[in-house]
C-alpha cells in the first residue's frame, strides 16, 4: 500500500468510527430558517437569508473579513441569484451554528494529489474520503477564515439558499395575487406582473416563509448580471472614513485595558515580580498572573485606565524571568542550529529515501541509471512572523456565568470553546462579536490571546477589559511559519529532458500543534501526517516519469502555525527555483522548459504563456535588468508571475510584476486583482526581508525596524491578468504569494550569476556593485 493511499484509508478509517455522523439523514446546508435569529419584523427564509420590512435582504455573515473581500464576494453571490443591486444586501453575524462551519476548508487539508481530484479522474478513495470529511466537519460544525477557502465553500451553498428564498418569494406573489409564476419578474427586488400588480420583498417575505418549494434551479452563467464582473467593495467607505470597527476599536462603558508582557524566552515561566511597584503606578488596577493558555508563553497583564498606563507600568516592572524546560546537551532553542539539524535532516533522508513519502510514482534506480547526469541541491527557509497590521488584542466580559467576546479571529467558535473553557461555562455562556480583521494571514487562527483576555477579564470584577499586545510581543511570541531544508534531486537525459525527480524536505508540522492548541478534545496519540509540510512539493504538475516527493517530520520545540499559504510559501521557492536551475543545466529557457513538461496540463501551460505574453518574455530590456519566472498551483488555483528586476545600490529592484491567474468562475475581478497585488507586497516583504532569529530561546527581532516590510516606494508595477474558465472558484488571497520569491531568485541569478538557495534572497558582496 503506496502511504499517500494509508493516509486516505486513515481518514476513511476515521470516518468510519463516526458512524453517528455518517448514517444521520442528510441535511440541507441551506438551514431551518429558525436558526437565523430575527427581530423587528424580519421574517427568516433560510438558515443564510432574512428579509427586513423595507425589502433589504440580510445575509448572514458566516466568514470574518480581514481585507480578502468576503463581505463583498459573498453578498454578490446572494444578490445575483435574488436580482437585486448589490446594496440591497445587508450583512448580519452569523452565530455558532453548525451550519456555518467550513467544510471545503478541512476537505482540502486531505493530502490528494491535484491530479486525483480532477473532475472524471476521482477514484473512489478520493470520493470516500473527501464524503466523510465533509460529513465529520458538518457535525463538528467549526467556523473558519482560511485556506482561500471562503467562496469555495460558499459558492453551491449561498447561490442555492438565495435560489431557493427567490423561488418562496415569487410562489407568494404568485398565490397572492393568483397569477402563474412564470409570469413573474424581479427587478431590482421588486416582484411585478405586466398586469400592474407588484411588491418589493418585505411585502412578500412572510407569506413566502410558510411556503416549501420542491424545486431550485440556478441561474444559468450567461444571465449573470454581477458575477465576473468589476463591483467595488462594499467595507470600503468605512474603512476610508474611519467608521469601520476593528478589534481594536471596541471601546465599552467601565472598560479597562491591559497590556501583555512575557517571558522574553518561548516556553519560560517567571519567578519573582515587583508588581507592588506597577501597582503604585498612576492608573495601573492590577497586575493578572497568566500561566500557558491554548500554547501562550506565561506571562503577565497589567491592567490600567487606558493603553497607556498599562504599558507604562509594563515596561517598568522587574520580573525576574525563569528559561524553559531544555535538553542540557543541546542548550536552549537557537535557530542557526535548528536550521543545520533541519538541512542534515533532509540530505540524509534524500539519501536514504527517508520521510513519510506523500507521492511516488515509476522507478527511481533505474531512472538513476539511465540518466546522463543527476543534478542535487538543498534549500533553505527560516522562520517567518505574520506581523499583521492590527496587533493582537481581545475586548472580554465575564459576568453572572456569561462571557462576552469582542475579538477579531478567524475561527470565532474556537474562540468560544477556549473562552468556555478558561472561564468554566458551557460554550453556550460565550457570546462571540466578531469584529473586521486588520490582517490575519493566519495568525488569527490561533486564539491564545483570547484565552488571555478571558482569564484577566475574570479578574475584574464584571468589567470588560481589552487585551492588547505591544508589538514586540507579537513578534517575539507568535506561532512562526516553519523553518524547512529540501534537498531535491533530478535527472536528466543526454538532451536535457527530466526523468526523475526526488525531494526530501524536513521541518516541523503545522496542524498537529495547532490541533493541541485549539482543539485540544481532538487531539490524538500519534501525529498522522500533514499535508501543509510537504504541499508545493508532491503536488508539482510536472510530467516527470519517476518521483519520490517526501517529508521528514521534526518537532524542534518551537511554536509554529499558518502562515498565508502555508507550505506553498517555501515549497514552492524550493521546487521553481531547482526547476529554473534544471532549465540552465538543460541549456534551455525557463520557459520553454516548463512547457515541455505541460504537455497534458493544459491549464497550467495556458497561465504561464499569458504570463509570459504580458511580460514580453524573450524580448530585449534596457540594461541592469533582468527577468525571472515562476508557476505554481495552490489553494485551487494556477499563478505564473514574471518578475523585472535591476540591482540598485547593492539591493534587489522589482520595477514590475506580471501576474497570470486560472482560478476558476471569476467573481470579482477587482478583488482578485487586489488580492494579487497584496500576495506581491506580501511575498517580497518576506523574499527580501523576512527572517526570525532564535538566540538563547528567545527571539531577536523585536518590531518592524528589524522585521521590514515593503515599503510604498519599493513596490513595483503589479499587472493581473485572468484566464477566463468555467469551473468552479478556487482560492485568490493566498496563491499570489508562493510565487514571487523563485521568479525573483531566477531574475537575481540572469544579473548576477549567483543562484541564491536560502530566504531572505541575500547577494554575496561580490555581486553587489
Known amino acids: 500500500m503506496r502511504r499517500r493511499t494509508f493516509v486516505l484509508s486513515a481518514a476513511a478509517g476515521a470516518g468510519a468510527l463516526l458512524v453517528g455522523w455518517g448514517l444521520l439523514p442528510p441535511r440541507s446546508r441551506q438551514g431551518d430558517r429558525h436558526s437565523l435569529p430575527v427581530r423587528d419584523g424580519q421574517v427568516g427564509l433560510n438558515g443564510w437569508i432574512k428579509i427586513a420590512p423595507d425589502g433589504h435582504v440580510i445575509l448572514a455573515m458566516h466568514r470574518s473579513e480581514m481585507g480578502q473581500g468576503v463581505h463583498t464576494a459573498l453578498p454578490m453571490l446572494v444578490a445575483e441569484e435574488l436580482d437585486i443591486p448589490l446594496a440591497k444586501v445587508r450583512l448580519e453575524q452569523a452565530g455558532p451554528q453548525s451550519l456555518y462551519g467550513n467544510v471545503a476548508m478541512f476537505v482540502a487539508s486531505l493530502p490528494i494529489h491535484p491530479a486525483d481530484d480532477e473532475p472524471g479522474r476521482r477514484g473512489g478513495l478520493v470520493v470516500s474520503a473527501q464524503w466523510l470529511m465533509s460529513k465529520f466537519v458538518r457535525e463538528l460544525g467549526v467556523s473558519a477564515t482560511g485556506g482561500s477557502t471562503t467562496v469555495a465553500d460558499a459558492w453551491d451553498v449561498l447561490r442555492l439558499a438565495a435560489a431557493t428564498a427567490r423561488a418562496q418569494l415569487l410562489g407568494a406573489a404568485s398565490l397572492l395575487w393568483r397569477l402563474p409564476v412564470d409570469e413573474l419578474r424581479i427587478v431590482d427586488g421588486i416582484v411585478s406582473h405586466a398586469s400592474g400588480s407588484s ?6 417575505a412572510k407569506p413566502a416563509a410558510a411556503l416549501s418549494v420542491s424545486e431550485v434551479r440556478l441561474k444559468p452563467p ?22 469601520a470597527v476593528f478589534g481594536i476599536d ?81 542548550g536552549l532553542l537557537d535557530s ?16 536514504d529515501a527517508a520521510g513519510f513519502t506523500f507521492h511516488a510514482r515509476g522507478d527511481l534506480a533505474s531512472a538513476a541509471a539511465t540518466a546522463a547526469r543527476q543534478v542535487e541541491r538543498v534549500y533553505r527557509a527560516p522562520y517567518l512572523a505574520h506581523a499583521t497590521m492590527e496587533p493582537l488584542n481581545c475586548t472580554a466580559q465575564v459576568a453572572n456565568g456569561q462571557v462576552q467576546l469582542w475579538v477579531s479571529t478567524q475561527v470565532p467558535t474556537m474562540a468560544r470553546s477556549v473562552a468556555a473553557r478558561v472561564a468554566g461555562v458551557p460554550d453556550d455562556k460565550v457570546t462571540v462579536h466578531v469584529r473586521l480583521l486588520g490582517g490575519g494571514f493566519g495568525r488569527r487562527l490561533d486564539v491564545d490571546f483570547v484565552a488571555q483576555a478571558v482569564r484577566v477579564a475574570m479578574e475584574m470584577g464584571g468589567r470588560p477589559v481589552q487585551l492588547i499586545w505591544p508589538r514586540e510581543e507579537d513578534i ?23 526523468l526523475s525527480f526526488h525531494f526530501v524536505s524536513a521541518g516541523d508540522a503545522i496542524t498537529p500543534r495547532w490541533v493541541e492548541r485549539g482543539l485540544p478534545a481532538l487531539t490524538g496519540p500519534v501525529d498522522l501526517p500533514d499535508k501543509t509540510t510537504s504541499e508545493g512539493l508532491f503536488d508539482l504538475p510536472y510530467d516527470v516519469p519517476h518521483q519520490r516527493m517526501a517529508h521528514i517530520a521534526t518537532h524542534s520545540g518551537v511554536p509554529v502555525g499558518y502562515w498565508r499559504s502555508v507550505g506553498h510559501s517555501h515549497n514552492a521557492f524550493f521546487s521553481e527555483s531547482f526547476i529554473d536551475e534544471l532549465a540552465h543545466e538543460a541549456r534551455q529557457d525557463p520557459v520553454a522548459f516548463r512547457l515541455a513538461l505541460l504537455d497534458d496540463k493544459p491549464r497550467h501551460q495556458a497561465v504561464l504563456k499569458l504570463a509570459a505574453d504580458k511580460a514580453d518574455w524573450g524580448s530585449p530590456l534596457p540594461p541592469g535588468r533582468a527577468r525571472g519566472v515562476a508557476l505554481h498551483e ?25 501576474c497570470a491567474m486560472d482560478c476558476g468562475t471569476v467573481v470579482n475581478p477587482n478583488i482578485v486583482a487586489q488580492q494579487m497585488e497584496g500576495s506581491v507586497v506580501f511575498g517580497l516583504s518576506a523574499a527580501l526581508y523576512g527572517r526570525i532569529d532564535i538566540e538563547r530561546g528567545a527571539v531577536r527581532q523585536r518590531n518592524f525596524p528589524d522585521y521590514r516590510l515593503l515599503t510604498l516606494a519599493e513596490t513595483p508595477l503589479i499587472e493581473t491578468h485572468l484566464v477566463r474558465s468555467t469551473r468552479d472558484p478556487g482560492g485568490v ?21 549567483q543562484r541564491l538557495r536560502s530566504l531572505p534572497l541575500r547577494l554575496a558582496p561580490a555581486a553587489q556593485a
Open 634 to 658: 495552490s489553494f485551487g488555483s494556477i499563478v505564473a508571475q514574471v518578475l523585472e528586476v535591476s540591482i540598485e545600490q547593492g539591493r534587489p529592484r522589482v520595477h514590475r510584476a506580471v
Open 476 to 498: 517575539t511570541h507568535d506561532f512562526y511559519r516553519p523553518a524547512a531544508a529540501a534537498a531535491l534531486r533530478a535527472g536528466l537525459d543526454a538532451r536535457g529532458r527530466l
Open 733 to 753: 488571497g493566498e496563491p499570489g504569494v508562493p510565487p514571487v520569491a523563485p521568479a525573483l531568485a531566477g531574475a537575481l541569478f540572469v544579473l548576477t550569476g
Open 250 to 330: 471596541v471601546r465599552l462603558p467601565e472598560m479597562r485595558y491591559a497590556v501583555m508582557q512575557m517571558n522574553p524566552m518561548l516556553g519560560g515561566g517567571y519567578g519573582r515580580a515587583d508588581i507592588d511597584a506597577a501597582l503604585r503606578m498612576p492608573g495601573v488596577e492590577r497586575v493578572v498572573r497568566l500561566g500557558t493558555l491554548a500554547g501562550s508563553t506565561p506571562g503577565l497583564a497589567v491592567v490600567g485606565r487606558t493603553y497607556w498606563h498599562a504599558q507604562q507600568a509594563a515596561r517598568a516592572m522587574a520580573v525576574d524571568w525563569r528559561p524553559p524546560p531544555h535538553d542540557p546537551v543541546r
Open 222 to 243: 450567461q444571465t449573470w448580471k454581477l458575477i465576473g464582473r468589476k463591483a467595488p467593495r462594499t467595507d470600503l467607505p468605512a474603512k476610508v472614513d474611519g467608521s
Open 336 to 351: 542557526a542550529r535548528i536550521e543545520r539539524e533541519l538541512e542534515t535532516r533532509a540530505r540524509e533522508g534524500l539519501r
Open 199 to 204: 411588491g418589493h420583498f418585505g411585502e412578500l
